[in-house]
């Protein structure tokens, strides 16, 4: 029996997708585990999200992979914001599966979302996200930390 997911709707609430627009995407894995340690999976992961059929739909401008997430600054093209989150997360999600010869989610239900306004900075934004590898301790310069790209490099 699946426990109830108490904030995966509020997740959904106003959500709405505009072409142009760019957002900060949060998905986070599966109870947490951090699958990602592991290089070849999180391999698996940024190849998702630069993934010719996602390039279709949304424009990535900057990226991290995480242990146990990913945050992707991306800008949509003409597909729905849940598709093109659904399409990362059903790809590297089948091949961290067929990777690690294992079956069963790699995802949680949802993705955080944030549509960036005007007035903020899509250079700092992007700044930020590349920068958790260092908040979070995992190295000492983010020169160190091999799963992230911006655009701007």
């Known amino acids: 029996m699946a426990l109830p997911r108490p904030h995966s709707r509020s997740l959904r609430k ?4 505009a072409p142009g627009q760019i957002y900060l995407i949060t998905a986070v894995t599966h ?26 739909q949304a424009d990535t401008l900057a990226y991290v992979v995480m242990p ?7 800008q949509l093209k003409g597909a729905s ?13 089948y091949e961290v599966n067929r990777l690690s010869q294992r079956s069963g989610k790699v995802w949680q239900h ?18 930020y996200v590349v920068a958790n590898p260092l908040r979070a301790g995992l ?4 020169g160190d930390y091999p799963f992230w790209n911006a655009v701007w490099l």
């Open 31 to 56: 109870n947490r585990k951090p699958l990602f340690h592991d290089f070849d999976r999180a391999r698996v992961a940024v190849l998702a999200l630069v993934n010719p059929a996602i390039m279709e």
């Open 110 to 127: 949802g993705f955080h979302d944030h549509a960036l306004r005007k007035e903020e900075d899509v250079k700092a934004v992007a700044r």
């Open 68 to 74: 146990d997430h990913f945050h992707w600054l991306v």
């Open 14 to 17: 106003g959500r709405c997708s």
């Open 139 to 142: 190295v000492e310069s983010i």
């Open 81 to 93: 914001l849940s598709r093109v989150v659904q399409c990362v997360k059903s790809k590297s999600g």
